[in-house]
């Protein structure tokens, strides 16, 4: 009878987390969309301990290795905000990291496939699509949902991400139709959401994706294709006014020439000020940095904000950019902890990847570097962990795919 118990609660914990996982891909751009995925989460890890209990099961070393990364960067910022007198509540984006190694558990041990995220992942993208396409008819200069544009199209990468590279379809011309459709409907929900560095970020995930996928024989002939699609990409953005007006391209030289003329209070020019703003707080703190969440004093300490009328850009508490916040912020162990987020899972997918059959892809693995490769373009223009929408992504699919990858990389029984 306990067997029987055993089976069934490892048999509900399997398919109550396959569900979470697939309300994680098609709610994820809903604000307090990953409430159903808490639920299938705590669900399956309760049935999940049932079954184990008594089992004796070593855990892998990969799963304590980011269970330790995530502890070791939540207590150096917990120093950070206890010397300067901050409440528990800046810490709360952070202790999100510790879904990295629970969802990686509980993938691991229900033998989660990557069919309920990659079916998300799809329905995801289709409902941005229609969102950002709506908020477009009604009028709205950028679209976002009910976000910020910013992290509505960070979110849409990562999903085409996932829809990129785990995903197996019966045929390669099933499989190459779906990625082409879906690669386009996210093309579209980013470019209305006006963010610039995300639909670059967007036209490099999709190039790449054609490029190695498929038979290498092939590959010259799809590089070719690849030009020739980004070149008309390029040329639909030029010829369509809808297009144009959320990305602001026009406004792109006058940005760097106001930047060059003292006057930072543009997207670009924001962003290079507090480059150097960060830079200049890391060379005053190297060890410690000025404290986590206190970036915004540092830009109201900035001369430039003193002013009257202070300038729009003053108002942002962030440096749009992972490294240069964390140095500043946290100082050299910061910018090392930050590192090590992306260093340490992108590690471990790479061994599993190397360790896979040729002929057998680990497409789990793959999907975990593709996940951690749009976190640190987005970086580059965006504090990822400043939000916690991108954070609980983060963590959550990182998890999810690193537990997928090491089911999927043991030997058959």
Known sequence: MRVETRSRDARLARI??????????????FENGLYAFAVGLLIASVLQWRADRGAGTPTPVPLRAVLGLAVLV????????????KPLRVLDNLFRLLLMPWCA?????TGESRRGLWAGALVGISIAFCIAS????AGSLRAGGNRNPLVFANLILVLLAIALTTGRVASLRSAKVVAVIFTLLAGAAIAF???RGSLLAWALLATTA??????PLHRRRRIVLGGVAAALVVG???MSPALQAPLRLDKVSSDLARFAAGDADSPIGARLQFLQLAWQSFVAHPWQGVGIEEFGQVVQQWSGCQARPAMGMCALEHAHNDLAEWA???GLPGALALLAIYGVPLALFVGIIRRADPRSPNLAAWGGVAVIAVYLWCGLTQSMFAHAATATAYALFTGVLLGIALHDAEPAA
């Open 236 to 238: 639909l953005i030029a």
């Open 210 to 215: 054609l490029v190695f996928r498929g038979d």
């Open 193 to 195: 959401s006006g963010s």
């Open 328 to 330: 500043a912020t946290l």
């Open 105 to 109: 558990w509980l993938a691991w041990r």
């Open 74 to 85: 939540i207590a150096w910022a917990s120093l950070s905000a206890f010397s300067h007198d």
């Open 134 to 137: 709506w908020q477009m008819e």
């Open 16 to 29: 109550s987390f396959q569900a979470a996982c697939f309300c994680a891909g098609f709610l994820l751009i």
